[in-house]
């Protein structure tokens, strides 16, 4: 009787505690499979399920990979993954995670699952992404259909073969920070925040967390290549390109400069979100400056970074001391009266330069915006001793105004115009303007002599750059060996001159356009791309470890 009362009582215990744990389960066995859901958007396939196997686990991390792309691995490249796993975990354990969980909170701990590891799952992705966190595997099934229920991150597999295993641990911080967000903000506050600045604290990670300490193949030096190629960004309508991601993190590097760390974590833990929880923490840390002064400012430091002018002007970061953007230039006449009308379209807080030199003469500029538009026209006027000052104009001044600059071209000899909106009805603003310098010169009177004349020097400057670019093509220095990895973004690099010569001379049928500039842009990226599908390697268009080495031996015999 004794023993069938203690057994029932056991089976009590025993139903309770089981009723607790929830109704699913997945493999914790290294070598188990597990399906899991997935982003439709992002997977290379469109899927929306997968299987994915247990590859290597720790007490903080749980690391799955599509089951059909491990198995089309060759054993060197499963033990390379491995090899690359484990780096990545120690470093990210040991040195981001604590970091990150100190300065802005941690993800949910435990989860659902009762695990209090991180499952971070790499699949095959579209070929612009490196990788995503998906808010709803925070919720419970009974939320969301398409929860995983775990803590979750997924990752780009390429990544584990192209990328430097010193840069691993920074695309895993940077989606996890995410899942840091979505607990932080979503869960404890309720609140979904604007993706420009969600994005804006994840990449700027690359430089929180040191991995921006050696610029050469850095994010940062990433961002700044992809900036200088388009300028093109909105904060407002982030659309994941390469441009906004270089945005946003050349903002938030310019934000932790002037204004703290504080200003980032402030504005995740705010009950507002996007501008207004910025304009939230600088006020919390006593500042009086709002984020329309901020971005302004900001844009001036892109196109100047120039201290001399305010310690708001410029980048302290060793690395960009050299960095400013390249702005629209515009070349007035130096002769008679010359004049230039257009107009730019602009985004909800973008980024436009415009740069007017030339002429000789009192110059007068025009502008006009839409009445419902709410903008900002920061200009700088720069002077023949390179002395630069600031103004702005704004809605308080009126949908139109007019600009005048003295002597322009002699004492004056550069004017930027800089502007951006923070608010219109249309998303777009058509902003136009309309400049005129100088005035009729003595014996200009035959303007078509005058016109023919400057067409001849124009012809002269062109040839004159087409046979200096010939020569920069036919000079390609003696290619040996390749050392380093490329991508997308490389300027000016003898290495990408000797891979654009090789593949003009090796492999001329994908590389039709045989430039041989230096620069790793579109044309190189997918001559990479067809050449890596030609030997069987993955098709990303950066030229890694299994590229580098495949050349070496092809090229070079070694």
Known sequence: ?????????????????ATSIPLFSFAQTIGQQTVFFVGQDYDYYSRTQISAVLIYQTSKLNFYIDTSWWNSLSSPLQTQVNAQLFYLASYFENYDYPKLVATFGSEALPGHDGDSRIYVLFHPMQSKYLGYARFE???????????????????NPQILLNQPAQQLAYYLSHEVLHLISFNQKGIFINADDERWLAEARSDYLSSFLGYDNVYAGSILEQRVNAIRQNSNFSLLNFTGSSSDYAAVHLLAEYLVEKYGMNILVDSLHSKLTGIASINEALAKNGYSEDFNTVFKNWLIAMA?????????YCF??????????????????????????????LNLYGGTWIKLTGG?????????????????????????????????YSVADGYRGTIKVPDFGRSNIVLYLMPFVVNNSTGATLFKWEVTVGSPSP???????VLAERINQLKAQVASLMAQLQALQQAGAACSRFQNDLYYGLMN???????????????????????????????????????????GLPATGYFGPLTRALANRQWFGY
Do not use: W
């Not at 990408?496 to 990226?525: D, F």
């Open 1 to 17: 009787m004794s023993f069938r009362k203690n057994f029932l009582k056991i089976f009590v215990i025993f139903c309770v505690i």
């Open 137 to 155: 595997d925070t919720l419970r099934a009974s939320a969301s259909n398409f929860s995983n229920q775990h803590e979750m991150v997924y990752l």
């Open 304 to 312: 100047f970074n120039d201290c001399q002018m305010g310690d708001l």
């Open 316 to 345: 302290t970061h060793p690395s960009l001391k050299n960095f400013k953007i390249y702005p629209y230039t515009n070349y007035l006449p130096d002769y008679g009266v010359a004049s230039m009308t257009a107009s730019n379209y």
């Open 360 to 392: 000789k003469g009192d110059l007068t500029l025009t502008y006009e915006f839409p009445r419902d538009a709410q903008f900002y026209l920061p200009i700088v006027i720069v002077d023949q001793n390179n002395k630069k000052t600031i103004a702005t």
């Open 443 to 449: 014996g200009s009177s035959n303007l078509a002599d």
């Open 493 to 535: 690099n003898n290495e990408v001159r000797c891979l654009q010569k090789m593949l003009l001379e090796k492999e001329p049928g994908i590389y039709p356009s045989g430039l041989i500039t230096g620069n790793y842009l579109n044309l190189t990226q997918e001559a990479v791309r067809q050449y890596q599908q030609k030997y």
